[in-house]
C-alpha cells in the first residue's frame, strides 16, 4: 500500500514539475518574442521620397523598384544606423517638399542643390556628391564655343533642380544679358532631345550623366567644358539631401551626417559613383 502511495506520488511530483518547466519555458519563449517585437517597434521609421529622376542620380528598375545613385548612398548611410528603419516612396518632384513640410516624409533624395530659399525651411545634409558640369549643345552649334555665348541664348530646365540653381546664379551674375530659362516638368531624355534638334540652345548638365544618356540613346550632342571661373559663377556643384524640420529633424540630421562621413572615408561612397558613372565623384567628408 505504502509503496502504491509513493509511486503516485513520485508520477504526480514528475507531472508538477513538467507542467512548471513548460510554463517557464513558454514564459521564456514570449518573453523573447516580446523583446525581439519591442525592439523592432522601438525603431524610428524614416519615409525618404524621391522622383524617380533624373537618372542615374534616381529612377524606377527594370522590377519597378526605385534604385539609383542617391539612393544607394541613403541605404549605405543608414545601415550605419539601426535605430531607423527606412523606407522609399516615389511621387512627383513638387510633391517631395509638400510631404517634407507636412511631415509625410522626413527626407528627401533627388540630386538637390542647395539654395537660400530651401535653406529656409529644410536642413541639409552634407554633400553626398561633386558634380562636373558640362554644356550641351547639338553636335552642329556653331553659335556657342565658350561659356561666355550663353548670354541672351535659351535653355530649359525642370525648376528647383541643380541646373536651375546654377543658372539662375548664373543670371544674377550676367542681370545685363540672362540666359532665358524655360522651366518645364519633362524629363531629361526630352529636354535633351530638344536641345539635339534645336528648339533650345543649350543644356547645363552633370558630364557623367550626360555621357550616359549620349550612350543610351544615341544623342548627336557635343560639350563645351567649364573654366573654373565659369563654375565659380554658378555656385558650388554639390548634391545633397533634403530634411524635413520636424521634431527630430535635427537628431536625424546629426546622424545621417555622421554615418554620410564613415561611409565616405570606408570608400564606400566611391564605390557606388564609380558603380553609376564610371568615375569618382565622392565630395570631401566632413
Do not use: W
Not at 90 to 98: G, H, P, W
Amino acid at each position: 500500500m505504502k509503496k502504491k502511495i509513493s509511486k503516485k506520488i513520485g508520477i504526480l511530483i514528475t507531472v508538477i514539475l513538467t507542467l512548471a518547466f513548460t510554463v517557464v519555458g513558454c514564459g521564456q519563449k514570449n518573453d523573447t518574442s516580446a523583446s525581439k517585437s519591442g525592439t523592432e517597434d522601438s525603431k524610428k521609421k524614416i519615409i525618404i521620397a524621391t522622383g524617380g529622376a533624373p537618372k542615374p542620380f534616381s529612377y524606377v528598375d527594370s522590377n519597378n523598384n526605385v534604385t539609383g545613385y542617391d539612393i544607394d548612398v541613403v541605404k549605405a548611410v543608414f545601415e550605419k544606423l539601426p535605430q531607423y528603419e527606412i523606407s522609399f516612396e516615389k511621387t512627383e518632384f513638387a510633391s517631395i517638399f509638400a510631404g517634407l513640410d507636412s511631415g509625410r516624409y522626413q527626407i528627401g533624395a533627388n540630386n538637390f542643390a542647395m539654395n537660400e530659399k530651401r535653406k529656409e525651411k529644410y536642413i541639409y545634409s552634407d554633400a553626398i556628391f561633386k558634380n562636373q558640369y558640362v554644356i550641351a549643345l547639338a553636335s552642329n552649334n556653331k553659335d556657342i564655343n565658350s561659356f561666355n555665348d550663353l548670354l541672351g541664348k535659351k535653355t530649359e530646365v525642370t525648376s528647383g533642380t541643380n541646373y536651375a540653381t546654377a543658372l539662375e546664379n548664373y543670371n544674377k551674375n550676367h542681370s545685363d544679358k540672362p540666359v532665358t530659362i524655360n522651366y518645364t516638368d519633362a524629363d531629361l531624355i526630352s529636354i535633351l532631345q530638344r536641345v539635339e534638334s534645336g528648339q533650345f540652345d543649350f543644356q547645363l548638365i552633370d558630364a557623367a550623366m550626360l555621357k550616359g544618356y549620349i550612350e543610351e540613346h544615341g544623342l548627336k550632342l557635343k560639350t563645351i567644358q567649364l573654366s573654373k571661373e565659369d563654375s565659380d559663377l554658378i555656385g558650388t556643384p554639390y548634391s545633397y539631401l533634403l530634411i524635413g524640420k520636424g521634431a527630430d529633424g535635427e537628431t536625424l540630421s546629426k546622424d545621417v551626417n555622421k554615418a554620410l562621413s564613415e561611409v565616405i572615408s570606408e570608400g564606400k561612397v566611391k564605390e557606388i559613383s564609380e558603380k553609376y558613372f564610371k568615375e569618382d565623384f565622392t565630395p570631401k567628408s566632413n
